[in-house]
């Protein structure tokens, strides 16, 4: 996350995540999964300024006319939690440019989240410390804290309890996202809990090691049959991004992006340049080339 202040505006530049491993180890009685997963932030961003509202009120304005901009949008419950943990009742402008697509397993709604609890701690002086924030960011969603520990991060629980991990070296994707986003609810209800549930050592220390054959190797994701059945687009997408030869591909968190790992940025533009030939049959998926974060 990149944040500038100037005399007037807090910015924030705030990324989307991928998942490489995400096993499934548990239905829970509250309802969530217990889970293990490496998340990974990558470079594509969405960005929100605030600026202060003089009518004492909060207002977000989105340059992206199908998401909401109401009470249930994450951006305003953030805001009503960062109020009601500062006693702060200043109104707020918020503006977001949403360049992360929606419904599609990159957390771009957590993501928003974490950087409006971010940006209010800077623009309001608040003082809250990380653990402050990765508390807070639990309260909103399971994937909102990661955001406070990126760029890479083992988290297990809902997903909210976050152990950070250094990347051994920067990894090169390509992510196509379908036209059709998928709801974490329904790709959830549809999973099974696998009964000799996949360990995630190997990839932890592949990710450390920076050993990106290994990576291509150990990517998992438990939630992709599901998804695959909500949405057959993900198969489609998934068999054409192994036809294209990267070192590894995989569906991140509950779809519907797919993406392929890649052993150099190169080879991430030249799949990306074999798609866009092929765009007809994409059906509307767009393709982005990324970097995990710094
Ligand atoms: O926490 P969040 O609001 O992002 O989760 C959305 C939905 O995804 C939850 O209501 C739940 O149905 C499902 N979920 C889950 N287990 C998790 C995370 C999410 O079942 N660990």
């Keep these: 996350m990149l944040m500038r202040r100037t005399a007037s505006a807090v910015r924030v530049w705030t990324p989307a995540k991928v998942n ?26 969405d960005t929100l300024e605030f600026t202060e509202e003089t009518t004492g009120a909060t207002s977000l304005h989105c340059d992206h006319p199908s998401l909401s901009t109401g009470p249930e949008n994450l951006i305003c419950r953030a805001v009503q939690l960062a109020r009601r943990e500062s006693g702060r009742s200043d109104g707020v402008g918020i503006r ?17 989240a974490a950087a409006t609890l971010a940006g209010l701690n800077r623009f309001w002086r608040l003082g809250w410390d990380r653990s402050k924030l990765i508390q807070l960011g639990s309260e909103l969603g399971s994937d909102v804290s990661f955001f406070f520990a990126a760029p890479a991060a ?7 309890q976050i152990e950070p991990l250094r990347l051994g070296r920067p990894l090169d994707l390509v992510l196509v996202a379908p036209p059709v986003g998928l709801s974490t609810a ?14 995630g050592a190997a990839i932890r ?13 150990q990517l998992h994701n438990r939630l992709q049959p599901a998804a695959e059945r909500l949405c057959p687009a993900v198969a489609d997408l998934f068999a054409r991004l192994a036809g294209l030869g990267p070192v590894g591909q995989l569906m991140t ?5 797919v993406f392929a790992l890649c052993r150099y940025p190169g080879e991430a533009l030249s799949i990306a340049r074999a ?3 092929a765009r007809d049959e994409l059906n509307g998926a767009r393709v982005f080339v990324v970097r995990s974060c710094d």
């Design 20 to 45: 490489l491993f995400l096993e499934v180890l548990a239905r829970r009685p509250d309802g969530y999964h217990e889970l293990a997963t490496l998340m990974m932030a990558v470079s594509l961003y």
């Design 96 to 112: 977001l440019w949403k360049r992360i697509p929606m419904a599609a397993g990159l957390a771009g709604g957590s993501s928003d």
């Design 154 to 160: 083992w988290c297990t629980g809902r997903g909210e």
């Design 186 to 199: 329904d790709v959830f209800r549809g999973v099974t809990v696998s009964t000799e549930p996949r360990a």
């Design 205 to 217: 220390q592949a990710a450390a090691a920076g050993d990106v054959r290994e990576l291509g190797r």
């Design 253 to 257: 968190g509950s779809g519907s992006t």
């Design 275 to 277: 798609l866009h030939s």
